[in-house]
């Protein structure tokens, strides 16, 4: 099946430094991969797309020269997060669209998501 | 614009009885696709059960069922006998854009508020 893999699962950094978050797709090449950012107990916001070998697109109201996207091959996108503060700590996490063969027959377009990343900013 | 709506933040259910976990979506789509996941503590995305606006018939995928009613826009998730291992949060979410091989298909998903499920022993 297809497997997303995000690193680190977890991260602790300093107020003002900048964290990187790789979302990696093993088993399939993905053109298209999306950032979401969670808060506890709410639901996950689509920050922005990431396009391979574009611009990403970003969802209104999202700094785009705060979260660094990357997309520079079919199997990796990375989110940068600069000049981190504290009120960044969130859970981020990613998704890969691929195709996917459904139960009982058929093709489907689906995203498939990384673990996600706990980001924590002291 | 899309819209997914969940209304029920906290859910209890007795190990080994079935419940239902409400889902209604609105948009102006002729085509789009509906997805139920899971979330447990650990905050892993997991994949449930999806339906497709022209699928005839509802989904179901083990012990997981979709309870899709199109003229009412709702597509609400049935779990039957549920196991402790069940507790979670769950959301329904939207995916944007047309079919498999539309060129508007995204793969772009809007999600609901998400509801809290917790199984008692």
């Known amino acids: 099946g297809a497997v997303v893999s995000q690193h680190p699962s977890w991260v602790i950094c300093k107020s003002g430094t900048s964290v990187k978050i790789e979302c990696r797709s093993l088993?399939?090449?993905?053109?298209?991969m999306f950032w979401y950012r969670q808060f506890p107990k709410q639901s996950l916001m689509l920050m922005a797309t990431?396009?391979?070998?574009?611009?990403?697109?970003?969802e209104q109201g999202v700094e785009k020269d705060k979260f660094l996207i990357n997309h520079a091959s079919l199997t990796l996108s990375t989110l940068t997060v600069t000049s981190a503060h504290p009120e960044d700590s969130s859970f981020y996490i990613c998704?890969?669209?691929?195709?996917?063969?459904?139960?009982?027959?058929?093709?489907?377009?689906?995203?498939?998501f990384g673990q996600g990343t706990r980001l924590t900013v002291v | 614009a899309q819209k997914i709506t969940q209304t029920q933040p906290g859910m209890f259910v007795q190990e080994k009885e079935a419940v239902t976990l409400d889902c209604t979506y609105d948009?102006?789509?002729?085509?789009?696709?509906l997805f139920w996941y899971k979330q447990p503590s650990s905050g892993e995305m997991i994949f449930l059960i999806y339906?497709?606006?022209?699928?005839?018939q509802n989904a179901t995928e083990g012990r997981y069922s979709l309870n899709f009613q199109k003229a009412r826009k709702s597509a609400n998730l049935v779990i039957s006998a549920s196991q402790l291992g069940d507790s979670a949060m769950y959301f329904c979410?939207?995916?944007?854009?047309?079919?498999?091989?539309?060129?508007?298909?995204?793969?772009?998903?809007?999600f609901g508020q998400g509801t809290t499920l917790q199984v008692k022993p």
């Open positions: 998704s890969a669209k691929a195709l996917y063969l459904r139960t009982g027959g058929g093709l489907n377009t689906e995203a498939f």
């Open positions: 088993d399939f090449q993905a053109t298209t």
């Open positions: 990431s396009n391979e070998g574009s611009k990403a697109t970003y």
């Open positions: 948009t102006s789509d002729q085509s789009y696709g």
């Open positions: 339906q497709g606006s022209y699928d005839e």
């Open positions: 979410a939207m995916r944007e854009g047309r079919g498999l091989w539309g060129s508007s298909n995204t793969g772009k998903l809007i």
